[in-house]
């Protein structure tokens, strides 16, 4: 569980701040070469993102753990549109 950074009150006014949110999907494509893994997943309310199908950047080890058509419940961490796989797991 990640708690609320409330100490972390430094001003940058112009800079995009990298956030984690849990999310559920269906892993679309898993490309081992670019390191990502496309998933289409639920709407992300703490993010005000819709449902969408969109790739994350994930580590070689997390690309081996998922195929192609699993459901999968996942934490992320996203800086504007840019999403990074923190843990992948399926989902039962
Ligand atoms: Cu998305």
Do not use: C, R, Y
């Amino acid at each position: 569980m990640s708690g609320m950074n409330m100490g972390d009150t430094t001003k940058e006014p112009a800079q995009v701040q990298a956030q984690t949110a849990t999310a559920s999907g269906t892993v679309k494509a898993v490309d081992p070469a670019k390191g990502t893994v496309t998933i289409s997943h639920g709407a992300v309310p703490s993010l005000k993102w819709p449902a969408m199908t969109m790739a994350f950047a994930a580590s070689q080890e997390q690309l081996e753990s998922v195929e192609v058509g699993e459901k999968v419940t996942f934490e992320f961490k996203a800086e504007g549109m840019n999403a990074s796989i923190l843990n992948i797991t399926k989902a039962e």
